[in-house]
Each structure stands twice: as structure tokens, then as C-alpha cells.
């Protein structure tokens, strides 16, 4: 299965990958986790574009979906092994919330691999800015606007639970267990 993690920075992600996979390999599930962008070549440069300024400019944003693309391409095999569940740290979902014109970036990402499953951790853009660093372009309260109502008009179209990401950690997590249990045969009603 591949489960895929999406939302607005400051979500919770990383910390949720991280319980549910200790909770699926608790429940004697193999797991691997990877983030986009990954730590490849295409990875690195993504994350150094990322910290520019212009970052969020049409011209760079449209080189940053292109990258994305790429990055994704050279994980494909990682994503082929049905002998575990992959949890991953963003898709192309990200790049249809964050990246324009999404026409053009579906089309780009018509060979990505699409997620079994979508956990979408809804955040107040208030929160999300209090929870980052402000490093990132990205981290605008004005841009995490938009993208977070790309986000919820996407989960409408997708596979995609959400999940309220201004509760507290362990009912975040909670949730996310309740919404990925059916999806693997695991008694929803035995989820502690």
C-alpha cells in the first residue's frame, strides 16, 4: 500500500509518519517512509530553489514542478515493492496545491505513481505560519492560503481522508489509525 501524507507546512506530518509507522510495524506491517523532495541530486537542488526569495515566482514555480516531477520519477522503484507499505512525506498532490497552472502539472506527473490512499492534515494557515520557521518562501501566510484551499478542492477529487490537524498529537494520530485500519484488515474498534 502506499499512503500518502499531504498539507500545509507546520501540518504535522512528519511527526504522524512517524506514529503510524511505528504503529503499523507494531501490528507486524513492513513499512518504509521517504519525503519529497528526496535527497537525490534533483532533491537537493529543489530544496536549495526553495530557499530563494522568488521562490513563489511564476518562472521558478514552474521549474520547481518540472524538478518534482523528476524527483518522483527516480523513486518509482521504491514505490514498485509490494512487500511493504510506503508512507510518504508529500506527492504530486503538493505539486497540484502549490504548483500553476495544474493542467500543465498533472500532465507532467501523469507517471507518478497514485497514492492508495491520501491523509490530508487540515491546518489553520495561523497555525501553520506559528509552527514554521520562516525560512521558506513558502511559509506565507497569504501563499498557505490558497494552497490550503487547493488542497481541500482536491480532496474532493482524490482518495483522500482529512484530518483536522488542530487537535492535539495523539488525537491527530488517532484519526489517521481509524481512517488507515480498514484500508489493511485492522479492526478499527481495536485502535488504541
Excluded: H
Aim: with cysteine; hydrophobic share 40%.
Amino acid at each position: 500500500m502506499y499512503i500518502v501524507f499531504e498539507g500545509i507546512d507546520g501540518a504535522g506530518k512528519s511527526t504522524q509518519i512517524q506514529m503510524l509507522k511505528e504503529w503499523l510495524e507494531a501490528n507486524g506491517f513492513r513499512v518504509d517512509t521517504l519525503v519529497e523532495p528526496t535527497d537525490s541530486e534533483v532533491g537537493k537542488l529543489i530544496r536549495k530553489i526553495l530557499q530563494r526569495p522568488d521562490a513563489t515566482s511564476e518562472r521558478l514555480l514552474k521549474s520547481l514542478a518540472l524538478l518534482f516531477a523528476a524527483d518522483r520519477m527516480l523513486i518509482m522503484d521504491r514505490l514498485e515493492d509490494e512487500s511493504k507499505i510506503i508512507i510518504s512525506d508529500r506527492s504530486f498532490i503538493s505539486s497540484l496545491a502549490y504548483q500553476k497552472p495544474v493542467d500543465w502539472v498533472e500532465v507532467i506527473n501523469r507517471y507518478a505513481k497514485k497514492p492508495d490512499l491520501i491523509i490530508l492534515l487540515d491546518l489553520d494557515v495561523i497555525k501553520s505560519v506559528a509552527r514554521t520557521s520562516g525560512k521558506d518562501t513558502f511559509e506565507d501566510e497569504e501563499f498557505l492560503t490558497g494552497v490550503r484551499q487547493n488542497y481541500l478542492k482536491l480532496a474532493e477529487e482524490y482518495t483522500c481522508e482529512v484530518i483536522d490537524a488542530n487537535n492535539g498529537i495523539n488525537k491527530v494520530s488517532s484519526d489517521i489509525k481509524k481512517a488507515v485500519a480498514p484500508y489493511l484488515g485492522i479492526c478499527p474498534d481495536c485502535i488504541l
